[in-house]
């Protein structure tokens, strides 16, 4: 398990014992990969149940792996913790031992209050009954009646947004109609605790903001939620504390900040942390023929200091160290900076050249600064490509793959990049 530092755990919710309503004790869970072998698992483990001489199941069987391996967490009223991790993870796992769909080989789940599990589209909805049927077979099922039901009916189908389409059946539905019945369904059962899976990544913006409006309101009133994303920018702007899961193992929990960092870190680099943010070259062996070789890359702070990670906002400048072995002129620097954590799209392309930034360059080492009054990158992983060229068109070195983090101090919201903005009152 990873230690978190004391600046993560200082921004953790500091809540007592009362407040929790959901404790995961060393929860483990089991699967076979082999249909027939499952199946015979399956069998003995109802038979011994049944018996009384079910086995307390630490132990792994011919071709069974964990899901869940000894993961404890808790959950406190009135707070939103994101869960993030790879796929297979076994975060979806999790939900379900949550929800009591499936009970867990070792460890056990205390919940207090009622849960609403959102863990699917359209999850308990049957396709071949009405909207409208599955509203009260589905409300049913989380716990109200009728005349509960019937109370809230035309909030849901007001929420629900689905007009006529209440009386058609599920099964004539987009993946957006029945996620939006779902997740009216499960808002108004009035839950203590909402277990949300993906579910939020369909339907159009307007829907999505609408629902997470619905869910500010809900953590208000002391409604908790565990959200699954693989939108970091979610757990961003709706978490105040996140756990990491890898291959069924609890890796840590902390700052949104800090587990997608990690996360992402582990996710699409294979590199050590000390890696990140500096770079230090050896030019012994690089051809000396182009006039200039890339010594060193990293970011300072105003003061000079060296820094590993940038913060969201911080003054900071880009440092690229080169040794010039003859006189140089119009150069420009060509930097373009790539989200990991996303599609791997450009989010930042910086040409000297273009903004009228031309070097002459004498003989020796120098250190070229760009200043970066405030960095607006959100947080996350970032790679950087690094060119310097002659004349725009000759390239005299570059460097492909400059990692770095970016951190933050802030919520960002749903913002894709920091603006740093001043507030005033004129009064007239």
């Given at each position: 398990m990873m230690s978190i530092n004391e600046q993560e755990i200082s921004e953790k919710p500091q809540n007592n014992d009362s407040e929790v309503v959901l404790s995961v004790n060393g929860v483990s869970k089991r699967f076979c990969r082999d249909l027939k072998k499952s199946l015979f698992?399956?069998?003995?483990?109802?038979?011994?149940e049944v018996l009384g001489l079910r086995?307390?199941?630490?132990?792994?069987?011919p071709k069974e792996f964990w899901a869940l391996d000894n993961v404890s967490f808790q959950l406190r009223r009135g707070e939103a913790l994101g869960l993030v991790g790879k796929n297979g993870s076994g975060k979806?796992?999790?939900?379900?031992?949550?929800?009591?769909?499936?009970?867990?080989?070792?460890?056990?789940?205390?919940?207090?209050?009622?849960?609403?599990?959102l863990i699917a589209l359209g999850a308990g909805f049957n396709p071949i009954l009405t909207g409208r049927?599955?509203?009260?077979?589905?409300?049913?099922?989380?716990?109200?009646?009728?005349?509960e039901i019937d109370e809230r009916f035309d909030e849901v189908l007001e929420f629900a947004e689905i007009g006529d389409a209440i009386d058609s059946p599920v099964q004539s539905y987009s993946s957006g109609m029945a996620a939006r019945?779902?997740?009216?369904?499960?808002?108004?059962?009035?839950?203590?605790?909402?277990?949300i899976d993906e579910v939020l990544a369909v339907g159009d913006i307007r829907f999505r903001q609408k629902c997470h409006r619905r869910l500010a309101k809900l953590l208000n009133n002391g409604v908790s939620f565990i959200l699954v994303t693989h939108n970091s920018q979610e757990i961003f702007s709706s978490c105040k504390s996140a756990v990491y899961l890898s291959k069924g193992k609890f890796i840590a929990q902390g700052t949104p900040s800090y587990i997608i960092n990690q996360y992402e870190k582990d996710l699409f680099i294979d590199k050590t942390p000390e890696q990140f943010g500096t770079v230090f070259l050896s030019n012994e062996n690089k051809s000396k023929t182009h006039g200039l070789n890339i010594t060193h890359l990293l970011f300072r702070d105003k003061t000079g200091n060296i820094i590993k990670t940038p913060t969201t906002g911080e003054q900071i400048n880009f440092c690229i160290g080169c040794e010039v072995h003859e006189k140089l002129e119009k150069v420009n620097i060509y930097l373009l900076i790539s989200e990991q954590g996303g599609e791997g799209d450009i989010v930042l392309s910086i040409d000297s050249a273009i903004e009228g930034n031309i070097f002459s360059i004498n003989?020796?080492?120098?250190?070229?600064?760009?200043?970066?009054?405030?960095?607006?990158?959100?947080?996350?992983?970032?790679?950087?490509?690094v060119i310097i060229k002659k004349d725009l068109l000759s390239t005299l070195d570059y460097f492909e793959k400059f990692f770095f983090t970016v951190d933050s101090k802030k919520a960002m919201n749903r913002s894709l990049f920091y603006q740093p903005l001043n507030w005033n009152i004129v009064s007239k």
């Open positions: 698992y399956g069998v003995q483990d109802i038979a011994s086995e307390k199941g630490d132990k792994l069987r979806s796992t999790l939900l379900r031992v949550i929800a009591g769909l499936i009970k867990p080989d070792t460890g056990f789940v205390e919940v207090n209050g009622r849960v609403a599990p049927e599955n509203i009260y077979a589905n409300m049913s099922i989380l716990g109200l009646s009728k005349k019945l779902g997740f009216a369904s499960a808002i108004h059962t009035e839950p203590d605790i909402l277990l003989p020796g080492n120098h250190e070229i600064y760009l200043n970066m009054s405030p960095i607006c990158l959100k947080p996350g992983v970032y790679i950087m490509k």
